[in-house]
């Protein structure tokens, strides 16, 4: 799930091959090549929502806690599932920026961007529904932050690469795309540019797990994290 602002590291070669993927992937989607000051190629895709403010950290922070119209539908769903609300603020604005008609070029969608597979995990059967979709995707939060013992950088990266790919690596999977949304979260949770987020939980000591994860990643989870509970594959 999770944002969908990614940037990939490429060759020259590959340029424009890598080009014609995007656009063929998301007939709405901002394409751009960006040439770095070393020399460095990326090609940009900023989904359906995608603009310079999002890379602001001193605007993210600002988003702290953002009213919108679905205050009551935010607060009925984190008392529910006994979720933080400004959490649930924080996830809609690095998700969407609060459109409920968001679409990333991976299928994402609405408030929360869920995918398809989440969406029908959660029981949400109309997921443009401002209101299941939030459901949905705070009821999911919920189960991450129970999942990874409230820790909200572990459960952030989870809600954007998958539970799966956290318990492989122990931490915030080394993607540039999940590091960046977990420190564009919690900038906006926190009210505060936040820095440490882009360490990798392997690198700072943390236990990394190997093998096994493709065809038995629940129990051996199971084994390595007692108390967790496993949610499937994403």
């Excluded at 603009?51 to 922070?61: F, G, I, Q, V």
């Excluded at 969407?96 to 959660?122: N, W």
């Excluded at 882009?198 to 190997?210: E, I, M, P, Q």
């Amino acid at each position: 799930m999770g944002e969908e602002r990614c940037a990939t590291m490429i060759s020259m070669r590959s340029v424009v091959a890598a080009l014609a993927l995007l656009l063929a992937g998301s007939a709405s989607a901002q394409v751009h090549l960006v040439i770095r000051a070393d020399g460095t190629k990326v090609i940009s895709n900023f989904g359906a929502s995608g603009n310079a403010r999002h890379s602001d950290y001193k605007w993210l922070a600002r988003q702290h806690d953002r009213r919108s119209r679905y205050d009551k539908l935010i607060e009925s769903s984190a008392a529910r599932w006994g979720v933080n609300p400004t959490l649930v603020r924080a996830v809609i604005q690095v998700e969407s920026d609060f459109d409920a008609r968001c679409v990333s070029h991976k299928g994402a969608r609405g408030l929360m961007q869920l995918i398809p597979e989440t969406a029908r995990r959660y029981g949400v059967t109309n997921i443009f529904d401002p209101a299941q979709n939030i459901d949905g995707g705070v009821h999911y939060l919920a189960d991450l932050l129970s999942m990874f013992h409230n820790d909200l950088e572990h459960s952030l990266a989870a809600y954007n690469a998958g539970e799966g790919a956290v318990l492989k690596y122990a931490g915030i999977p080394p993607y540039e795309e999940t590091s960046t949304y977990v420190k564009r979260a919690l900038t906006v949770y926190y009210g505060t540019p936040y820095g440490s987020a882009t360490g990798f939980a392997a690198a700072r000591g943390g236990r990394k797990l190997t093998g096994g994860f493709k065809s038995n990643v629940g129990a051996l989870a199971v084994a390595v994290l007692p108390g967790m509970r496993y949610l499937g594959t994403r």
